[in-house]
């Protein structure tokens, strides 16, 4: 596909030089045709969002015979899902300030976390504290 020119028209362009209908297309990917009408008008204010969104998009690719990565990468640039955030600039992942002289080079402490319901915590204890062989302290 040529960059530059617009989605659809470049889409519906080489579906047509191909010799392919939007009937057999629709039949083939279950997609209706409206849809794809529409995307070859680059109007996908109807589209489904999410995955179907790109799923249409590479079914449509794979049937006029064009490489479905690039088209459905294209697609996304294009015409971003309105119903996905859009994605965060990178950070500079937070630098750790621990004073040498507070950790050995032989050691390596690892902290979990986890959470457990208010109730599991009380059965834990009333357990451990009716273990038989245990002092009550």
């Known amino acids: ?3 530059g020119s617009a989605f659809g028209p470049r889409l ?3 579906r047509e030089r191909r010799q392919i209908t939007l009937k ?3 039949d083939d990917t279950k997609i209706s045709r409206s849809l794809l009408e529409a995307l070859e008008r680059d109007d ?3 589209w489904p969002t999410g995955i179907f969104r790109r799923a249409f998009v590479r079914s449509y690719a794979e049937a ?3 490489n ?3 088209v459905v990468r294209e697609f996304a640039e294009r015409f971003p899902d309105p119903n996905e955030p859009a994605p965060a600039p990178p950070q500079n992942a937070p630098q750790l300030s621990i004073p040498v002289n507070q950790v050995s080079p032989d050691r390596v402490e690892i902290v979990l976390r986890f959470s457990v319901p208010r109730w599991w915590v009380s059965w834990m204890t009333w357990l451990w504290r ?3 062989g245990r002092q009550n302290t």
Do not use: F, K
């Open 12 to 14: 519906r362009q080489e």
């Open 44 to 46: 996908v204010s109807r």
């Open 24 to 26: 057999a297309i629709a």
């Open 68 to 70: 479905a990565d690039e």
């Open 64 to 66: 006029i015979g064009l």
């Open 1 to 3: 596909m040529q960059p």
């Open 130 to 132: 009716t273990t038989p």
